[in-house]
């Protein structure tokens, strides 16, 4: 690499945010150069290989992006992507089969299954799910100027079109439960969704992310079936990573930043750390530099205090992008795991030649079990307390039980789908951010203990081996994931759009000219979801004259271009007055 080495734009961190930005900038024609701190990229869309033949998915598991317009305007598919339909029927797995309860298996009713379709637009004509969808995630910030009314949020809209009677003042300060008592009556039902809404970012029992984290759910439901990447997140990241390349893009590994450079008061490129696997240490960058890492690193370690007001500086500090963390279990077993007989005929609906269970919640009981983990993960903030048969956990649907993808099968045993549960975030714990981790194998068998309640194959003679990852653990790779996703927003003055996380970088812009975020802590919305992120600052690099795509580009329709900027409306193209 030589001394005067130099890209358009230079973007810190290989995950799949920065890699996403990375194939949008370079199909516009920028050179652009990802430089990721391990030796190989993909953030936490990563798969492992702990003993020959069997890979798992220590972090992220699950695709929030069925929607997404990244699919259609990077062509995806031509990069490699397929997607695993799973045989799952909603209607029949929560209709006719239902929910797990400690009592066995509760179904739902015709008005359950009505409310929930009407709640996501599958009642109207034509309907109007994707449309909600991409209104909620993939919509960028309004502009400050902009006043966030019942009015102006994109998804209150929708509903106002295409369904006026779900449209009420009500709505967008409703909880998750106020929306789903008002439409839907099966308790085990309720339970069920409120604990998927928690382990994807949300709580159903916050205030005024009522539709966000309902949709949240659903996005891993569009369509009425589970839809996995074929071979898991990394497969989906693969795709990703050739789409860049294959647009220009340099993609360097083992290059960690020590510093983004600030001349006068603008980010102009980087400085590599000695130990980088690069002979030249810094790159430059023309237009900008663009940090796809969470916002502390950003500006507490690569920008530093001497670019930055020191109020800046202390909001940085008081950013929280913490919220419930989950500790993540995958057995690897000589025989199947299998439903006890109380849920025998989840097997129904079960997916692979190993009928192997996946994609469930327990127990679903009721509500007053929901908030007994919730007080014990966001409240005691201490070691697990709630008895085992008590314990909610979540099981994740996985491409490894898809027909055509046999990593589940192995010639020694079988490899399960993850199950999740909440544990206190790191950092609130009473006993100090490595409480956790000291009783790992305590946290194993109180497991092990928990989904025993509902299956069978965990005991020790089964089990080869049972590979987990503490929230700690977790926290290396998906710093954000967890905590900083749109869904953890309230709807109130200070956290919202025009102000989130901070109104400096509400848009994605920082107070440094020419330096822009593009991580789940970032900004409003997307986060969880993927290609959100890059979608919505791409809004932005349009309105600061950074990119000009072509033909291929559509904004979102309820982008508000920002007064005295270039509008991201391809038939606009001009300064907005």
């Not at 995950?15 to 900038?25: K, R």
């Not at 279990?329 to 025998?344: A, D, G, L, V």
Request: hydrophobic share 40%.
């Amino acid at each position: 690499m030589s001394a005067d080495e130099r890209y358009d734009v230079v973007i810190v961190g290989g995950g799949p945010n920065g890699m996403t930005t990375a194939a949008y900038l370079s199909k516009c024609g920028l050179s652009v150069c990802v430089l990721e701190e391990r030796y190989e990229a993909g953030g936490s869309c990563e798969t492992a290989e702990p003993i020959s033949g069997v890979r798992i998915y220590p972090h992220a598991l699950l695709m929030y992006a069925a929607p997404a317009p990244g699919f259609e305007q990077l062509e995806l598919h031509k990069y490699g992507f397929r997607m695993s339909w799973s045989p799952i029927d909603l209607q029949n797995s929560m209709g006719k089969i239902g929910q797990c309860t400690s009592e066995g298996l509760v179904p739902a009713t015709e008005t359950d299954m009505m409310g929930f379709a009407k709640m996501c637009g599958l009642l109207a004509d034509p309907p109007f799910m994707k449309d909600l969808l991409r209104a909620t995630f993939w919509c960028p910030p309004h502009p400050p100027e902009v006043e966030v009314t019942d009015e102006t949020v994109p998804y209150m809209q929708v509903y106002k079109q295409n369904q006026p009677d779900m449209w009420t003042p009500e709505l967008r300060d409703m909880t998750m439960f106020d929306f789903m008592d008002e439409h839907m009556e099966t308790e085990s039902l309720k339970t069920m969704l409120a604990l998927s809404a928690w382990g994807s970012g949300a709580a159903a029992h916050w205030e005024g992310v009522a539709v966000p984290a309902f949709l949240a759910i659903i996005l891993l439901l569009l369509g009425g079936k589970l839809s996995i990447p074929r071979g898991g997140l990394h497969g989906y990241f693969h795709a990703i990573l050739r789409c860049a390349i294959d647009h220009g893009a340099v993609v360097r590994t083992c290059c960690p930043v020590e510093e983004i450079i600030i001349q006068n008061g603008r980010a102009v490129g980087v400085r590599l750390r000695e130990d980088a696997a690069v002979a030249e240490k810094t790159i430059w960058a023309d237009k900008a530099v663009i940090a796809g890492m969470e916002v502390k690193q950003t500006f507490q370690k690569l920008v530093g205090p001497q670019h930055l007001d020191r109020a800046f500086l202390q909001k940085i500090d008081d950013i929280s992008i913490k919220g419930g963390s989950l500790f993540v279990s995958t057995f690897f077993t000589r025989k199947p795991i299998r439903w006890n007989e109380k849920f025998k005929a989840q097997e129904e609906v079960a997916m692979g030649p190993n009928k192997s269970p996946f994609g469930t919640v327990y127990p679903s009981d009721s509500r007053e079990i929901y908030f007994e983990n919730v007080a014990d993960a966001d409240s005691h903030k201490g070691n697990p307390t709630v008895p085992p048969e008590r314990l909610m956990w979540l099981l994740t649907p996985s491409q490894a039980f898809d027909p055509t993808d046999c990593q589940h099968q192995h010639p020694k045993g079988y490899v399960s789908a993850s199950f999740m549960l909440n544990l206190t975030p790191p950092q609130n714990h009473v006993d100090g951010p490595e409480a956790l981790d000291k009783i790992k194998d305590e946290l194993n068998a109180y497991v092990r203990k928990a989904i025993g309640m509902a299956m069978d194959g965990l005991d020790d003679d089964n089990v080869i081996h049972h590979w987990s990852s503490t929230p700690r653990e977790a926290e290396f790779r998906n710093t954000g994931l967890i905590g900083g996703t749109w869904c953890g927003r309230r709807h109130c003055e200070d956290e919202l759009w025009t102000n989130s996380p901070i109104p400096e970088m509400a848009r994605y812009r920082t107070p440094i000219d020419g330096l822009y975020n593009c991580h789940q802590t970032s900004g409003h919305p997307g986060a969880l979801c993927l290609m959100a992120i890059p979608y919505n600052l791409m809004h932005i690099l349009i309105e600061d004259g950074i990119a000009e795509p072509g033909d291929w580009w559509y904004p979102s329709p309820w982008y508000i271009p920002e007064r005295g900027k270039i509008s991201a409306v391809p038939r606009e193209g001009r300064v907005t007055a």
